[in-house]
């Protein structure tokens, strides 16, 4: 009889990722991962009960935590001059206070990308500025953002705000 090992090493050779063997568990034809050549019913059990121990509980609640600060902040914003009149609709994946210190150190220093925005800034200052939040989206892919993105300036426009950055759809 075949020992697990030899039946994992054939199912290696041929692309398999599980092999068929008996489990003292769960008897004979169990499915059996070839990496690792344990039991697949034994190694979902013994995950099971590991994660409702203090250290599994502790293990998954730092994953989790980790999962959601790698998925990160994901803000529609909208920044306004109201003496211009003008507006724009940004999307970011930053701190929304990081890109706000952006937006506001362009400007202050007649580097922002944006010429309407900078010559509003150059003509009305910082106190007509205002920079608010639309949405947020915590955790969704970036090209996701985007299209929200995109729908706030569609939306903005027909709501009559005047946007300076129609047709730009770039998380920054
Ligand atoms: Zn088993």
Redesign the pocket.
Known sequence: MKTKTQLAAEARAAGQKLFTAT?R??GPG?PHYVSTTV?Q??AAEQTKRYNSTPKGKAATARNSAKRSSRAGERYVYLLKCKAAGIAYIGATTMALSKRRSEHFCDLRHGTHSNPELLAAYQAHGPKSFTLEVLAQFPGQPVEKLRQYEQCYMDAGEILGLRLVNVRRAKAA
């Open positions: 489990c568990h769960h169990s039991c019913q034994c």
